[in-house]
């Protein structure tokens, strides 16, 4: 799992060097939800509100994210992407399903669906869930996040 959050962390820098695995990582949150709040990032990432406060201060810094109060709340400041982070976040997605694809082009299609299947298992055990599958804890079905 070290060997894998290097890897990660190394693909991250090298598909976009301004934006850190953390940092694209929090692009991508902001985006699927839609904008949050960043007490909401640090209680989602379990990481203290200080930790989070720089990371998204960097990010503001770079233009990639910008804060708007909150229409129901005034009191509230919300996150969301910029134009420019919704055009980062598109690039590093882009050059990330490439290097994906460049990587599984060989592979058969029983390695690949194999692949799905324990990434998915792994994804559903992530987050709570229990690995759905046979009795033996092999297999599972559902999409890949």
């Known amino acids: 799992m070290t060997a894998f959050a290097r890897r990660a962390r190394a693909t991250a820098a090298r598909m976009h060097p301004e934006l850190s695995l953390v940092s694209f990582t929090l692009l991508g949150h902001l985006e699927f939800q839609g904008g949050c709040r960043a007490t909401d990032l640090a209680a989602h990432y379990t990481l203290d509100k200080s930790t989070i406060s720089r990371q998204v201060g960097a990010l503001e810094k770079a233009g990639l994210v910008e804060r708007r109060r909150d229409p129901a709340d005034h009191r509230v400041h919300v996150l969301h992407l910029t134009e420019r982070g919704d055009e980062v976040l598109a690039q590093v997605g882009n050059a990330r399903r490439v ?9 058969s299609e029983a390695d690949l669906s194999r692949f799905a299947e ?15 599958g046979r009795a033996d804890g092999h297999g599972g079905g559902g999409g890949v996040e």
Do not use: H, M, Q, V
């Open 99 to 107: 290097a994906f694809r460049e990587r599984l082009a060989e592979w």
């Open 118 to 132: 324990y990434l998915s298992r792994y994804n559903e055990t992530a987050a709570g869930e229990p690995a759905r």
